[in-house]
T-cell receptor, first 116, second 111 residues
Framework: GAVVSQHPSWVICKSGTSVKIECRSL??????MFWYRQFPKQSLMLMAT?????????EQGVEKDKFLINHASLTLSTLTVTSAHPEDSSFYIC????????????FGSGTRLTVV | RKEVEQDPGPFNVPEGATVAFNCTYS??????FFWYRQDCRKEPKLLMS???SGNEDGRFTAQLNRASQYISLLIRDSKLSDSATYLC????????????FGGGTRLMVKP
């Protein structure tokens, strides 16, 4: 089946630094990838939709200048958390979709970010 | 009102029990429906799609009621390994639109 690889799995960084998270579709091309954030005991909240070759679409309340998304190829999307603060500590998960129809969403294994 | 609502639980049940979860969605234009399972600190994984005609996969049965805008998941003969959070998920259309997640229902199966 389709596989989405997400790296790193976990990262600890200091306040004020930037962290890049990569999401790769390994055996399929993904023109669209989704980035979610999940705080403890809460569900996944969509942050942005990443479109290959164009600007990402951000959900209301998500700062596009803080969460930079680049989707330069059909198999790679990156999320950069700039000037991270402790409140950015969360579980970030990407998702890609193979083909059309309602099924076929595959999730990366997630990145646990801790900002100290 | 949230777009997709679930009872957060936790549902604490003994092994072998039958347990049912419900989920309601607010947008009547929703077209695709799923149940995902998420283990602690892991990514969600598709459990099953949900159809109006109902579908069954082993011990799991999912049902969709479009008129009442709710989705159900029934787990029979619960196993310890069924302990997880179950996420109700909908999409607005089948053309690659985003998944909208419910808050999840936590299930704990006890020996």
């Amino acid at each position: 089946g389709a596989v989405v690889s997400q790296h790193p799995s976990w990262v600890i960084c200091k306040s004020g630094t930037s962290v890049k998270i990569e999401c790769r579709s390994l055996d399929f091309q993904a023109t669209t990838m989704f980035w979610y954030r999940q705080f403890p005991k809460q569900s996944l909240m969509l942050m942005a939709t990443s479109n290959e070759g164009s600007k990402a679409t951000y959900e209301q309340g998500v700062e596009k200048d803080k969460f930079l998304i680049n989707h330069a190829s059909l198999t790679l999307s990156t999320l950069t958390v700039t000037s991270a603060h402790p409140e950015d500590s969360s579980f970030y998960i990407c998702s890609a979709r193979e083909g059309t129809g309602g099924v076929g969403y595959t999730f990366g294994s997630g990145t646990r970010l801790t900002v100290v | 009102r949230k777009e997709v609502e679930q009872d957060p639980g936790p549902f604490n049940v003994p092994e072998g029990a039958t347990v049912a979860f419900n989920c309601t969605y607010s947008n009547s234009a929703s077209q695709s429906f799923f149940w995902y399972r998420q283990d602690c600190r892991k990514e969600p994984k598709l459990l099953m799609s949900v159809y109006s005609s109902g579908n069954e996969d082993g011990r799991f049965t999912a049902q969709l009621n479009r008129a009442s805008q709710y989705i159900s998941l029934l787990i029979r003969d619960s196993k310890l390994s069924d302990s997880a959070t179950y996420l109700c998920v909908v999409t607005l259309n089948n053309a690659g639109n985003m998944l909208t997640f419910g808050g999840g229902t936590r299930l704990m199966v006890k020996p």
